[in-house]
């Protein structure tokens, strides 16, 4: 019977010992220990943050480390982490801990990501916290962040309609709606030879551009509305007298 007693007296000694003190929350208090979180993103060249609480429920207080390990990352990935401070991307291991009293819960952990329009895919890092004196002592999440805008929907773009009237004796207009990455816009006329012989610049993102041919000799003429330089409507218009 002692000698019961004294296995049972160590196996739960043993428990203790090895038990989690930590538990993971998001920011909004969802549990998130030993979880897999998707965190999505369409922010171009923008720093995205994603923040995580540590609680102790240790009758200890206990200082507390991070480690970070990369799982899966894009080319142009550029991530750190915060922990006492905010480190270079170079760094996987918190050189310093921060000391969370017995019940209590940190709030200062940040996950920084940021991506640029050459990227699709998803990068994912597996973050562990852990006791500095008892590093078995220790939970984690995984974190994915899932880049959900591809190169296509970056790129300076368009919504042109057709000229009207055509043919036209004075004047033809489009109308037009340029999306927020392009810089430049015009509209462009060409002749046959492809001499350009009309250019508007168009100084508004959207609106209707009224574009004056009456000083062309009549004929067949081409157009081409121009993004950032880049031809992204081009028909023929025909100008009559």
């Known amino acids: 019977?002692?000698?019961?007693?004294?296995?049972?007296?160590?196996?739960?000694?043993?428990?203790?010992?090895?038990?989690?003190s930590f538990m993971l929350h998001d920011a909004q208090g969802a549990n998130i220990t030993g979880q897999t979180i998707n965190f999505?993103?369409?922010?171009?060249?923008?720093?995205?943050?994603?923040?995580a609480h540590v609680m102790n429920m240790a009758s200890t207080g206990k200082t507390v480390k991070v480690r970070r390990i990369a799982l899966?990352?894009?080319?142009?990935?550029?991530s750190d982490f915060?922990?006492?401070?905010?480190?270079?991307?170079?760094?996987?291991?918190?050189?310093?801990?921060i000391l969370i009293p017995a019940g209590a819960t940190?709030?200062?952990?940040?996950?920084?990501?940021?991506?640029?329009?050459e990227e699709t895919g998803t990068t994912t890092y597996k973050y562990s916290f852990f006791d500095q004196n008892n590093p078995n002592d220790s939970v984690f999440f995984i974190l994915n962040?899932?880049?959900?805008?591809?190169?296509?929907?970056h790129k300076a773009?368009?919504?042109?309609?057709?000229?009207?009237?055509?043919?036209?004796?004075?004047?033809?207009?489009?109308?037009?709606?340029?999306?927020?990455?392009?810089?430049?816009?015009?509209?462009?006329?060409?002749?046959?030879?492809?001499?350009?012989?009309?250019?508007?610049?168009?100084?508004?993102k959207q609106g209707t551009a009224k574009v004056d041919v009456s000083t062309l000799n009549a004929g067949v003429y081409f157009y081409s509305f121009m993004v950032d330089d880049k031809a992204i409507?081009?028909?023929k218009i025909v100008v009559t007298k």
Do not use: R
């Open 233 to 235: 409507l081009s028909k």
């Open 72 to 78: 899966g990352t894009q080319p142009f990935a550029v």
């Open 106 to 117: 940190d709030t200062s952990f940040i996950a920084h990501y940021t991506h640029n329009e």
């Open 145 to 153: 962040f899932n880049i959900t805008v591809g190169l296509e929907e």
């Open 1 to 20: 019977m002692k000698k019961l007693l004294l296995s049972i007296t160590i196996l739960f000694a043993g428990a203790q010992l090895n038990a989690q």
């Open 40 to 51: 999505n993103s369409s922010e171009t060249f923008n720093q995205i943050a994603y923040h």
């Open 82 to 97: 915060c922990w006492t401070a905010c480190y270079d991307p170079s760094t996987n291991l918190s050189p310093f801990g």
């Open 157 to 204: 773009n368009a919504i042109v309609s057709s000229a009207f009237p055509n043919p036209a004796s004075s004047l033809f207009s489009l109308k037009y709606d340029v999306n927020e990455y392009a810089k430049t816009a015009k509209i462009v006329v060409y002749d046959m030879l492809g001499k350009a012989v009309k250019e508007m610049v168009l100084e508004n």
